[in-house]
């Protein structure tokens, strides 16, 4: 695809010293042109209103510097989610050559494998309405959530830890906690390879050892929530959903274990770009060459935490069921509870990508983005190969959330990467200011959304203002043939940390 | 944050305060316990994300929240050396209401200068 030349997007983005030049492909893709130190363009999935954004030059601005790392193949991407990140910016995605390029923790995010698991259930609106408010309740009491929340099991020993870093989500199966069928419908089938507990940190598995089932804070979830419409009823089909279905969301990462490990290398990978001459725009774009022995310790460590967050969604579900079952008295027939999909949305990734019609091998970074495999891929659970990857995509909890699916065009033109929420309009300093002397809990109780949360500030920082517009999100990567849409998921219940 | 001192000592030991005022309200938080360690970097800026670092792990492993810091600079050639003293207590979830999980102290914006005589200042963001 090229596209026509445009001379100015608006002032803001001269001042802050990108390229004067933003180029529209279409009215919903956009380039920077490759200029100065940047190896590739810049691509950019977005409206012109979501570019208007407060803060997008900043974040253009980050979008050029991960375009000058070495090894950088055809693009450094931006998601219409995108906002500022470390180095990297969130909602982008970053595909460098295993030959020659390089491996960045900070093109994951400090959240390894932060992502989202989505639970289908064989009940209805109206199953649920009349206790809505003591299931949530239950789920708040019985998932830990919250700063330092831990205690779901007891607490793992070194051995168990270093099981969960190479198994993930099937030592949680393997325990009684789930169905191998859960695996399928998983990512990855909840471990990725080559993961070596020998590559992480004393301080890792300290922070570790009892997080294992918890939800945490900040914008991490679990949510009950409704199919509010269906827009493609044969991929819905395909998926187990259906209008008026209860469906659960969580969202949360690798916790404690994970942030160690990404600070750990950090500093191991700061040291490394400058003994392998790498120029870095930012220091925390910290990377060094895949094979080098830096990169493949942090391949190694990351693909730990990576597996440590599937166990930890596993782990989660497993509570999610007990709680329901107690609270609405039914058999687990009768609530049927199953694993719809299972995705990351910050992680390294080693793919094989057609790239202008050449066969490669990749290092794609997904840092708040989503993979959106096509039909017919082989890493595509067989259920829903002749349909293309679920990709589940949270929104705010006052808005709605979104199935969509992942498809050819995607694996041509995003490696197979799409959009990973709503993105950040607001900091949460600004969110509370904004809050001030309102009731967030019952405003949105008032669009019948039972809120529980663990910190008093929480909900605060976490309003639907706070954030973009993910019907205008996802709305971008329909349009541009990546992730259309399959249903929308509306929030009855949430309870943050 | 942007943190301000008359020394790098107050600006390390402000800066101390910023991270733990971000966890728990200190004024709940009493001080019956002290931990010490120490620190060595190449310079000031990177002693100070250390120093955050090993005191934001004195919360994640022990539960040690602190109140009160003294930081004491040590000799030696070209590198910075403190020796950090925390005063405080382990959590009691009965009084301590813990407000922002802060995954790590980052590099972005890190930053420390002297302004001018007797005037120092540093930036950091704090991920949460």
């Given at each position: 695809?090229t596209?026509?030349g ?33 190896r ?44 500022f ?9 970053a595909?460098f050559?295993?030959?020659?390029g ?10 390894i494998?932060c ?11 109206e199953?649920?309405?009349?206790a ?13 959530a ?7 099991i ?28 859960d ?9 990725l ?9 004393e ?29 493609d ?11 008026g ?6 969202h ?13 290398y ?10 392998y ?27 730990c ?22 609270t ?45 495999f ?35 065009q995607?694996?041509?033109?995003t ?8 993105g950040?309009?607001m900091s ?41 517009d993910?019907?205008?999100v ?17 929030p ?6 | 944050?942007?943190?301000?001192g ?6 390390l030991?402000?800066a101390?305060?910023?991270l ?5 309200d200190?004024r ?6 002290r ?13 100070l ?25 040590e000799g ?5 050396g ?14 301590h ?7 790590a ?23 949460v």
């Amino acid at each position: 695809m090229t596209c026509e030349g445009l001379t100015t997007m608006n002032a803001d983005l001269d001042t802050a010293g990108i390229p004067p030049r933003l180029i529209p492909c279409n009215d919903v893709i956009w380039e920077i042109p490759a200029t100065g130190d940047m190896r590739v363009p810049g691509r950019i999935y977005a409206t012109k209103e979501l570019l208007s954004s407060p803060g997008q030059s900043d974040v253009l601005a980050q979008v050029r510097n991960v375009a000058t790392l070495p090894g950088i193949v055809r693009y450094s991407l931006a998601m219409p989610d995108i906002h500022f990140g470390y180095g990297f910016p969130i909602g982008g995605v970053a595909a460098f050559s295993v030959e020659d390029g390089v491996i960045s923790p900070g093109g994951v995010g400090y959240d390894i494998n932060c992502g989202v698991r989505l639970l289908a259930t064989d009940l209805h609106r109206e199953d649920i309405e009349p206790a809505l408010k003591r299931t949530i309740d239950q789920l708040f009491r019985d998932i830990p959530a919250g700063v330092g929340s831990s205690g779901a099991i007891q607490k793992l020993s070194r051995r168990q830890l270093e099981t969960i870093c190479v198994r993930g989500a099937a030592w949680a199966v393997e325990n009684g906690y789930g169905t191998p069928a859960d695996l399928e419908r998983t990512e990855a089938g909840g471990a990725l390879p080559g993961a070596d507990p020998s590559a992480v940190s004393e301080r890792a598995f300290a922070r570790g050892t009892d997080q294992v089932g918890t939800l945490g804070a900040g914008n991490h979830f679990l949510e009950v929530q409704v199919v509010e419409e269906i827009f493609d009823r044969e991929a819905a089909t395909a998926f187990g959903l259906a209008e008026g279905q209860i469906t659960l969301m969580i969202h949360v990462g690798s916790r404690g274990f994970g942030y160690q490990i990404c600070d750990d290398y950090l500093g191991v990978m700061g040291r490394a770009a400058a003994a392998y001459g790498i120029r870095l725009a930012d220091r925390q774009l910290a990377c060094s060459p895949v094979t080098s022995p830096e990169g493949r310790r942090y391949l190694a460590a990351m693909a730990c935490a990576a597996n440590y967050a599937w166990a930890n969604r596993q782990m989660l579900m497993h509570l999610i069921e007990k709680a329901l079952l107690r609270t609405l008295s039914l058999s687990p027939q009768a609530l049927g509870l199953r694993l719809v999909y299972d995705v990351a949305h910050n992680i390294a990734k080693i793919e094989q990508h057609t790239v202008e019609g050449k066969a490669m091998t990749l290092c794609v970074h997904r840092k708040g983005a989503t993979r959106a495999f096509g039909p017919q891929h082989p890493e595509v659970p067989a259920v829903y190969r002749s349909t293309g990857q679920p990709v589940l995509i949270p929104g705010d909890m006052g808005t709605a959330s979104f199935v969509c699916k992942g498809t050819r065009q995607a694996m041509e033109e995003t490696f197979g990467s799409t959009c990973h929420g709503a993105g950040r309009v607001m900091s949460r300093a600004q969110a509370l200011k904004r809050a001030r002397g309102r009731a967030i809990e019952r405003e949105l109780g008032e669009k019948g959304i039972v809120a529980r949360a663990q910190g008093r500030k929480t909900l605060g920082e976490e309003m639907p203002e706070a954030y973009k517009d993910v019907e205008a999100v996802v709305g971008v990567m329909g349009r541009a043939g990546i992730s259309p849409r399959v249903a929308r998921l509306r929030p009855l219940g949430v309870i943050k940390g | 944050m942007e943190i301000k001192g008359r020394d790098p000592a107050e600006l390390l030991e402000h800066a101390l305060f910023a991270l733990f005022d971000q966890i728990v309200d200190l004024r709940t938080v009493r001080l019956v316990r002290r931990r010490t360690f120490s620190v060595r970097e190449a310079d000031l800026t990177l002693a100070l994300r250390h120093t955050l670092t090993e005191a934001l792990a004195l919360f994640n492993l022990e539960g040690f929240l602190a109140a009160a810091a003294g930081v004491r600079w040590e000799g030696g050639e070209g590198t910075v050396g403190v020796v950090v003293t925390l005063w405080g207590e382990n959590v009691d979830r009965s009084r301590h209401e813990l407000q922002t999980e802060i995954k790590a102290v980052t590099y972005h914006r890190l930053l420390t200068e002297q302004t001018e005589p007797g005037a120092w200042r540093a930036t950091i963001l704090f991920d949460v």
